[in-house]
T-cell receptor, first 120, second 111 residues
Framework: DTGVSQDPRHKITKRGQNVTFRCDPI?????LYWYRQTLGQGPEFLTY????????KSRLLSDRFSAERPKGSFSTLEIQRTEQGDSAMYLC??????????????????FGEGSWLTVV | QKEVEQDPGPLSVPEGAIVSLNCTYS??????FMWYRQYSRKGPELLMY????GNKEDGRFTAQVDKSSKYISLFIRDSQPSDSATYLC???????????FGDGTTLTVKP
């Protein structure tokens, strides 16, 4: 059983450029989450999908950020016109939410290794 | 003030010591409580979760939740140098999707 996969693992970009990160969740998981983590801080929630539907977006997700999960499988997170304050690790996570029997599986999430973004 | 507060550390203990890691929270609606371990420049790894109040044990790790005090703890017995990492507490409202994390406690276990 493969875990959550993120690509690229590291990205250095110039301020003003656009970047895109991809996440492949654990295959049977129907929920996918994006978090952002900076040094010395815990992960901060950005958004999550249930299948292809984006169910919640944080206030942290400005207009320059957009996330998609077009077929309910992999997801992309795009940051347009990057700023130095966007430098962080972007974490993807997934879980399986059972509509008929919600419980621990839907409420405990599994993370990928993260994508590090440095904006110079 | 943050919804979840975690003792910042850093914490340094000798090998074999018992370690206690703690978090407090303000939102009484939280029902699931998780502990993650994060090594440097890696993603968080789920260690344990607890639903509602009570204790849960898994090998050398014990998680405790006291909802009346809005306080959770993770105990590590017989700590090992390989336990050296940052420990994150996290909690969520049942089926809400979003988890809220503490800022982590960095633990070093010295041989």
């Amino acid at each position: 059983d493969t875990g959550v996969s993120q690509d690229p693992r590291h990205k250095i970009t110039k301020r003003g450029q656009n970047v895109t990160f991809r996440c492949d969740p654990i295959s049977e998981h129907n929920r996918l989450y994006w978090y952002r983590q900076t040094l010395g801080q815990g992960p901060e929630f950005l958004t999550y999908f249930q299948n292809e539907a984006q169910l919640e977006k944080s206030r942290l997700l400005s207009d320059r950020f957009s996330a998609e999960r077009p077929k309910g499988s992999f997801s992309t997170l795009e940051i347009q016109r990057t700023e130095q304050g966007d430098s962080a690790m972007y974490l993807c996570a997934s879980s399986f939410f059972a509509f008929s029997a919600p419980g621990a599986s839907g409420n405990t999430i599994y993370f990928g290794e993260g994508s590090w973004l440095t904006v110079v | 003030q943050k919804e979840v507060e975690q003792d910042p550390g850093p914490l340094s203990v000798p090998e074999g010591a018992i370690v206690s890691l703690n978090c407090t929270y303000s939102n009484s609606a939280f029902q699931y409580f998780m502990w993650y371990r994060q090594y440097s420049r890696k993603g968080p790894e789920l260690l344990m979760y607890t639903y509602s109040s009570g204790n849960k044990e898994d090998g050398r790790f014990t998680a405790q939740v006291d909802k009346s005090s809005k306080y959770i703890s993770l105990f590590i017995r017989d700590s090992q140098p390989s336990d050296s990492a940052t420990y994150l507490c996290a909690m969520t409202i049942t089926n809400a999707g979003k988890s809220t994390f503490g800022d982590g406690t960095t633990l070093t276990v010295k041989p």
